[in-house]
């Protein structure tokens, strides 16, 4: 087992940190969503889908 993960060991680390980053992405988007804002920032005048982005 051992032997394994030392074959393994920058795998692992480059793993465990984009699935550290995803998380605080996700993390970040949801706490974005609950505060109301838009993840396009919100300035719908010129945007084709203006209408269906936002409720008015």
């Known amino acids: 087992m051992l032997s394994w ?5 920058g ?4 793993s465990a940190v984009l699935i550290v980053i995803v ?3 996700i993390i ?3 706490r ?5 804002k838009s993840p396009c920032g919100g ?3 010129g945007c084709p889908s ?3 982005c936002h409720d008015r």
């Open 5 to 9: 993960i030392a074959a393994n060991i």
């Open 23 to 25: 998380s605080l992405v």
């Open 43 to 45: 300035k719908c005048g």
């Open 11 to 14: 795998t692992i680390i480059v």
């Open 50 to 52: 203006a209408n269906a």
């Open 28 to 30: 970040g988007m949801v």
């Open 32 to 36: 974005d969503k609950k505060k109301g």
